[in-house]
């Protein structure tokens, strides 16, 4: 059998691929603060005293953290037009999953971190005469937040990668891109090791990031 012989030329075109990498950046940081958003309210309500609303949430939490992503954003682009008449563009279609998706475990981390918060601290402020949104605001979310932090530039990476399940539904982004050059060149080893790479450059700072405030919220 003969060696193989890489042709790296496949991917000798840069604005070509510039153009992917911003749109996966755009759809990464868009659906990150989207789903940042989604998360505070969707956290806010899962520790509201009103049970229908917790409930409601928990279950939007739990459809869109058990279940695929791909089949979310598969389900927006071509069941939801069946069910309602109303289709969406394939951008929006994408990025409605990924922001949903986000915001389940956005809300999950939001949740978790003010309940973290030991009940001292709530009876110390109550003490203190601070009505619930002085508490929220001066002694609880400072503390949530700092614990809150590496979990979400964690999930904040995954999201990132998660960019790659736009293809699905044709989203111009690198993976798609890589793949529609592979259908013109047969050179599937060479493009996807190439995107492997991007996604690596992009992904190891953010590592790297979150590992460092990890350590500071151990301290």
């Not at 089949?71 to 990025?95: D, N, R």
Request: with cysteine; proline share 4%; glycine share 6%.
């Amino acid at each position: 059998m003969a060696a193989y012989q890489f042709d790296w030329s496949v991917i000798s075109d840069p604005l070509f691929w510039l153009h992917a990498i911003a749109i996966t950046l755009v759809y990464a940081v868009g659906t990150v603060i989207a789903g940042l958003a989604i998360g505070v309210l969707g956290g806010a309500a899962m520790i509201s005293r009103f049970l229908a609303l917790r409930v409601m949430v928990s279950a939007y939490v739990q459809v869109f953290r058990c279940t695929p992503l791909v089949v979310q954003i598969v389900w927006f682009f071509y069941a939801l037009p069946m069910l309602t008449g109303y289709s969406l563009p394939e951008w929006l279609a994408a990025g409605s999953g990924l922001t949903l998706y986000m915001g389940a475990f956005a809300t999950e981390i939001f949740r978790a971190g003010v309940t973290s918060i030991e009940r001292g601290q709530w009876d110390a402020a109550q003490a203190l005469g601070l009505k619930y949104h002085q508490m929220m605001r001066l002694v609880v979310l400072p503390q949530a937040v700092r614990r809150m932090m590496p979990a979400l530039v964690s999930q904040s990476i995954l999201q990132l990668k998660n960019t790659s399940l736009l293809y699905v539904v044709a989203v111009p982004d690198l993976m798609y891109s890589a793949s529609q050059v592979t259908a013109r060149t047969y050179r599937p080893l060479e493009l996807y090791t190439f995107v492997a790479v991007v996604y690596f450059l992009l992904l190891f700072p953010l590592t790297m990031f979150s590992k460092k405030l990890e350590t500071r919220a151990d301290l």
